[in-house]
C-alpha cells in the first residue's frame, strides 16, 4: 500500500515542491541554495533566556513550508526542519543540556488543529540530540496575533501567559532547550524562559527553525 501511496503522490520538497527520491526531504538544489549557503544560524539574547538561536531565516520557501507545518497538517515537514536547528544547536550554541522542551500553543488551536507543531520539533530533536524531553509548560490564556505588535506589546501580550505543568523537580537545576518555530523578537521565548527559571531550571537556551531578519 506504500509502495503504490508513492507511487500516486511522490514525496516532494518540502521547500520548492520538487518530486523527491529515496529518503531524501530537501532535494539536492534547495540543500545547497537554502540550507547551506544562504541561511546562516542566528545567536541573540534575550531577558530571561539565555541565548537563542535559528536554523533558518524566515522567509520564502522556508517561511511557506513552517506555515505547511503551522497550518496545512504537513506534519512530515517536522523532521527536515529539525534537523536544521539540530545543526544550529551544535554550531552556533553547543551547550550542555539536560532538557528539551517546547514553547506551547494553546488549547483551543491544539484541539483545532489537532497537533502542536513546536512540540513536533522538540521530539525529533530530542531524537537527533539524544536528549530527552517533555511537556514542562501550558498557556494559560489565549494571546493577541504578534504580528504587527511593537516590542513592548509583545511583551505584555505573553506576560503571565505561560506556566509549568509539570513537578518543580522535572526542571529545577536542568540546562533546558527551549523550541519554538518561529523567532521574532524572543519576547515568547523570554516569557517561558522566566517561567522556567522561576521553577528553578538552571539555564535556558531557545532555539527555534526561522528567525525573522529583523531580529538581527
Known sequence: MNALLELLFPPKCMLCGSPLGGDEEVCGLCRQRVLLNTAPPLVTAGAFFDKAAAGLWYEGDVRRAIHGLKYREKQSYARPL?????YA?????????????YVPTNRSTLRRRGYDQAQLLARELSGLLDIPWTAALE??????????????????????????????EAVAGRRILLVDDILTTGSTLSECARTLKAA?????????????????
Open 82 to 86: 529539525a534537523r536544521v536547528m539540530a
Open 200 to 216: 528553578g531550571a538552571a539555564q535556558v537556551w531557545g532555539l527555534c527553525a526561522a528567525a525573522a531578519k529583523k531580529t538581527s
Open 89 to 101: 544547536w551544535e554550531h552556533k550554541l553547543g551547550e550542555g543540556c539536560d532538557l528539551i522542551t
Open 139 to 168: 498557556k494559560t490564556r489565549e494571546t493577541a496575533p504578534m504580528h504587527g505588535l511593537k516590542p513592548d506589546a509583545r511583551r505584555a501580550n505573553v506576560l503571565g501567559a505561560y506556566r509549568l505543568c509539570c513537578g518543580r
